[in-house]
């Protein structure tokens, strides 16, 4: 099989993308386009998958029905729900507990919520149900019997649909804190009991002037995430 070398171009559009998309924590209101979201979609849907499976499905809202759901769950009765279809993380230690909670004080530090203000910081996480002001939501399933690999493949197809709105200038945050809200979720948009929520992407125009869009979380070198061997 002939290959191609690589066009350097691709290359360097492709860490522009990268090194640009960032977790959005507050947007303008304006809506993006109806085209600019199939876009979006279009792309995401190159996204790899096991056996071709693509066990993604998306449902995305309008800005007024993303107004309607940011609403109905304001009610008493689903603040209180906190079931997952997917179990979330067990535990957080180590270097993971270390990465989460420097994102979380660089959050808390670029919206000037002091160390131990326990209320701020509540009011701040309930931002996650306002959708951060996105006028658009994404919500990710997975096919159920498909199991960790098919939720895997939606892990890939997140990924993708956020660097695919990047490129068009929509900017986006993934929210697994909406997937605690799942059994809600399923009866508000009539979601089959043999597909399970993975997560949500609220997506949007950035506001660009709000603290909250002005710190970037650090990765870990290569080095310490890859290892080569060599025979």
Known sequence: MTQTA???ALATAFETILNTRYSCRSYRPDPVSRD????????????????????????????AATERLRTAWKAPEVV??????????????GVYQQRRRECGFQLYESVGIAHGD??????????????????????ITTEALLGTYGAVDCGAYVSNFMLAARSLGVASIAQAA?????RFLHQWFNIPEDRQVVCG???????????????????????QAAQWVEA
């Open 118 to 139: 326990r209320e701020s910081a509540g009011r701040q996480a309930r931002e996650n149900f306002n959708f951060f002001g996105a006028p658009h939501m994404a919500l």
């Open 6 to 8: 690589p066009a350097p």
């Open 178 to 182: 909406i997937a605690r809200r799942s």
């Open 201 to 223: 992407i609220s997506f949007g125009y950035e506001d660009s002037a709000h603290p909250a869009n002005q710190f970037r979380t650090k990765r870990a070198s290569v080095d």
């Open 36 to 63: 600019t979201i199939n876009e979006i979609l279009r792309l995401a849907q190159r996204t790899a998958s096991w056996c071709n499976s693509q066990p993604w499905q998306v449902i995305v809202t309008s800005a």
């Open 80 to 93: 209180a729900q906190t079931t997952m279809d997917i179990h979330e993380p067990a535990e957080y230690r």
